[in-house]
């Protein structure tokens, strides 16, 4: 595997944590391994490998991103990772207000209430 692959297996696990990723990676099955190993080199070895922004940004930024084009099936993955990078509620919440005005108000409730889902969950599992 490729330095960039390596990377971004790190950085995925820190972001999603080991059980996340061990879930995936024993998912994965010949038909998509090389999708797996685009995310990863990708998605996690370039983009959230770069220091250019904050990991509490760049969760910021996905969760919005996400919600604002209606991918509502990886926020809750992503709420958890806010655990590890550092966004708080009330900057999920922001996200999603601006989601609310640029985006429309139907997408960013949706999302609130699979945040709200979310963080419950994690509670309780404390």
């Known amino acids: 595997m490729s330095d960039r692959f390596d990377t971004g297996m ?5 972001v999603l944590g080991d059980a996340h990723v061990d879930r995936a990676e024993g998912a994965k099955t010949d038909f998509d391994e090389a999708f797996q190993t685009l995310i990863t080199e990708g998605a996690w070895g370039n983009v959230w490998a770069s220091d250019g922004i904050s990991r509490r940004e760049r969760s910021m930024l996905t969760l919005a991103l996400l919600a604002a084009t209606g991918n509502f099936e990886e926020i809750p993955m992503h709420i958890r990772a806010t655990a590890r990078t550092g966004a708080s509620k009330r900057d999920v919440l922001e996200a999603f207000q601006h989601v609310a005005i640029y985006a429309g108000v139907p997408r960013a409730n949706h999302a609130l209430k ?13």
Not at 10 to 14: A, M, N, P
């Open 114 to 126: 699979l945040a709200k889902q979310t963080y419950a969950e994690m509670e309780g599992s404390q």
């Open 10 to 14: 790190k950085v995925r696990r820190e």
